[in-house]
């Protein structure tokens, strides 16, 4: 059994910077995409960033030049650096993971909550 454990949330100051990681607790083969995703109260789950298995990276553009997603295949562990953080960065924070093994695969962290103050 597969489970995503996330960790680095907590309540910082605008402009401070938080480091969040996702690591997975059991083996995990041919991993297509790590992500990251966050909810605000009363809002949609949307999509933060994510790196492929080829090391391709996408932003959401609200978060391009102050997050950067990384992750340690090794370990598979994706990581979200986030700096400057605002106001508006506030929500739980999510990471999934999608691959191919036998049969797609599709995994959820159980979310860390990043509040930022103003």
Same mark, same amino acid.
């Given at each position: 059994?597969?489970?995503?454990? =996330? $960790? +680095?949330?907590?309540?910082?100051?605008? +402009?401070?910077?938080?480091?969040? $990681?996702? &690591?997975?607790?059991?083996?995990?083969?041919?991993?297509?995409?790590?992500?990251? #995703?966050?909810?605000?109260?009363?809002?949609?789950? =949307?999509?933060? &960033?994510?790196?492929?298995?080829?090391?391709?990276? @996408? @932003?959401?553009?609200?978060?391009?030049?102050?997050?950067?997603? $990384?992750?340690? $295949?090794?370990?598979?562990?994706?990581?979200?650096?986030?700096?400057?953080?605002?106001? =508006?960065?506030? &929500?739980? #924070? #999510?990471?999934?993971?999608?691959?191919?093994?036998?049969?797609? #695969?599709? @995994?959820?962290?159980?979310?860390?909550?990043?509040?930022?103050?103003?």
């Amino acid at each position: 059994q597969v489970q995503l454990v =996330e $960790s +680095g949330g907590g309540l910082v100051q605008a +402009g401070g910077s938080l480091r969040l $990681s996702c &690591a997975a607790s059991g083996r995990l083969f041919n991993i297509n995409s790590m992500t990251w #995703y966050r909810q605000a109260p009363g809002k949609q789950r =949307e999509l933060v &960033a994510f790196i492929t298995s080829g090391g391709s990276t @996408y @932003y959401e553009d609200s978060v391009k030049g102050r997050f950067s997603i $990384s992750r340690d $295949s090794t370990k598979n562990t994706v990581y979200l650096q986030m700096n400057n953080l605002k106001p =508006e960065d506030t &929500a739980v #924070y #999510y990471c999934n993971v999608k691959g191919i093994y036998g049969r797609l #695969y599709d @995994y959820w962290g159980q979310g860390t909550q990043v509040t930022v103050s103003s």
